[in-house]
């Protein structure tokens, strides 16, 4: 069995701003999926280290994109 290209991310369909870390929780309220979906899906792009620690900005977009979810950097 040959495996294709992954699925496209879906396209955009609205914004967030973030701070330089989040939490996986947080991320779950965002998208509005079953916080174990988002465990699942971190897993998944091997971006999770622990249930209480934060995710960086950058790992976090990368997340939220897969659910047509575009993030910008909160302002200082």
Known sequence: MKLGPPPADPPISRRVRLPETVTARYLAEITGQEFP????ELKRLRLFLGYDRSLGFEAAAQLLRKYGIGADREEA
Do not use: D
């Not at 979906?37 to 699942?40: A, C, L, M, S």
């Open 37 to 40: 979906k988002i465990v699942e």
